[in-house]
Every structure is written in structure tokens, then in C-alpha cells.
């Protein structure tokens, strides 16, 4: 199963906004509403911030947004802050009881 | 409130076996899918596999076939993994992650341990 594919990198500014994209194929993204979306700070455990494409889980701020379309799903940040700067890393469920990540990316926030 | 305590750092030898555990709290544990991801290195997050803990089925991804060992003790809430054969490839930081959204790779997560594997 190949990992997602979701670019190395982006940057902001404070106040701004970013989209991270994240391409799968049809046997993950495009074919299940499955879609998660993690933020990774150095030496901590990930954590979850979006969750079936669009929901937040309680607690994360409403800056962070999830669509998809077909086979590539996006996750926006608006109003940048400096400690939205992370890795981020999109996730799919695929067939038969698979799950699979995309290779990250790093946010810097200029 | 929901918490996964993982087990401390290890290190190991090439060919030789870890085992991690991931004690849970806060919630019925046989009541959700168990995740197991790793992170090498400068790479990226790295899905593993999961596991049921109410009846034990596994699924994980192919190339750990015949080295990873996913079990549990519900006597104690603790989830296990093992695995076998390791090579300086599997030096990493292994998470266990509870899915209690049931549609994610964990919800919540536990600390990390970091596995070492050097001769």
C-alpha cells in the first residue's frame, strides 16, 4: 500500500491562510469518507484534528477546515498563529481493514 | 479522562525481539480498535497495523508479515506489540493510539516509546 502523497512543505504568515493537499487513489481517498488529518509537534504524540473529512474533534479550533474532492482531500488553516507551526499528516482507511498515512508536511509559519 | 501509558525506551540488538506494551485508562477498553504506528528517524508517521481487543482480530500491513505481534490483556487494559527480526531499519518511536471515533487511526494517543536497535 503506498503512502498518501501530501507536499514536503508550505509556509504562512501570521494571519493568513494555508491548504495542505493530500493525494490518495481510488482504493482510499476517493472511495471512503475516511480522511483524518494529524498535527505533529516535535517530541509529542500526534494529535488528531480533523476526523471523516470535515468534523473537528472537541477542543480544536474551528481555524482548521477538511474538504476532499475525488481522490485528493485539503486541509486549510486560516488566521495562522505561530504554534500552528508542525508537521501535518493526512490519513485514509483503504480495503481490507487498511489504513494508511501521507509522508507529512512540514508548516512553517514565516 | 482517556490515557495510553506506554512502556520505556529500549534497546536492542539486530535479530533480536521488543515488545511494547500501552496501558489504557479512562474508557472500556474492549470497546475500540487499537492502533500501532512507529516513526523512524527524520521520516514520516508510519502505519503498522490494529487490533480488536474484545476478540483479538488483527490486521496489519504486509511487509511486517511474520515479525509483528499484536495482543492484549483485558484483565489489565493493556495492549501489546511485538516485534521480531530487528534491524537498525526499526529504530523508531512506536505508538499505540485508541479509536474511539472508529473511523480514524487513534484519537488518542500514547506517549511514544523509542526503540533502539544498534549492535
Known amino acids: 500500500q503506498s503512502a498518501l502523497t501530501q507536499p514536503a512543505s508550505v509556509s504562512g504568515s501570521p494571519g493568513q491562510s494555508i491548504t495542505i493537499s493530500c493525494t490518495g487513489t481510488?482504493?482510499?481517498?476517493?472511495?471512503?469518507?475516511?480522511v483524518s488529518w494529524y498535527q505533529h509537534h516535535p517530541d509529542k504524540a500526534p494529535k488528531l484534528i480533523i476526523y471523516e473529512v470535515t468534523n473537528r474533534p472537541s477542543g480544536v479550533s474551528n481555524r482548521f477546515s477538511g474538504s476532499k474532492s475525488g481522490n485528493t482531500a485539503s486541509l486549510t488553516i486560516s488566521g495562522l498563529q505561530a504554534e500552528d507551526e508542525a508537521d501535518y499528516y493526512c490519513?485514509?482507511?483503504?480495503?481490507?481493514?487498511?489504513?494508511?498515512f501521507g509522508g507529512g508536511t512540514k508548516l512553517t509559519v514565516l | 479522562q482517556v490515557q495510553l501509558v506506554q512502556s520505556g525506551a529500549e534497546v536492542k540488538k539486530p535479530g533480536a525481539s521488543v515488545k511494547v506494551s500501552c496501558k489504557a485508562s479512562?474508557?472500556?477498553?474492549?470497546?475500540?480498535?487499537m492502533h500501532w504506528v512507529r516513526q523512524a528517524p527524520g521520516q514520516g508517521l508510519e502505519w503498522m497495523g490494529h487490533?480488536?481487543?474484545?476478540?483479538?482480530?488483527?490486521y496489519f500491513v504486509q511487509k511486517f508479515q511474520g515479525r509483528v505481534t499484536m495482543t492484549r490483556d483485558t484483565s489489565i487494559n493493556t495492549a501489546y506489540m511485538e516485534l521480531s527480526s530487528l534491524s537498525s531499519d526499526d529504530t523508531a518511536i512506536y505508538y499505540c493510539?485508541?479509536?474511539?471515533?472508529?473511523?480514524?487511526?487513534?484519537?488518542?494517543w500514547g506517549q511514544g516509546t523509542l526503540v533502539t536497535v544498534s549492535s
Open positions: 481510488s482504493s482510499d481517498i476517493s472511495h471512503f469518507d475516511y
Open positions: 490519513s485514509s482507511y483503504s480495503y481490507s481493514n487498511i489504513w494508511v
Open positions: 479512562g474508557y472500556t477498553f474492549t470497546d475500540y480498535w
Open positions: 493510539a485508541s479509536d474511539t471515533v472508529r473511523t480514524t487511526c487513534g484519537d488518542y
Open positions: 487490533f480488536n481487543p474484545k476478540s483479538g482480530d488483527t
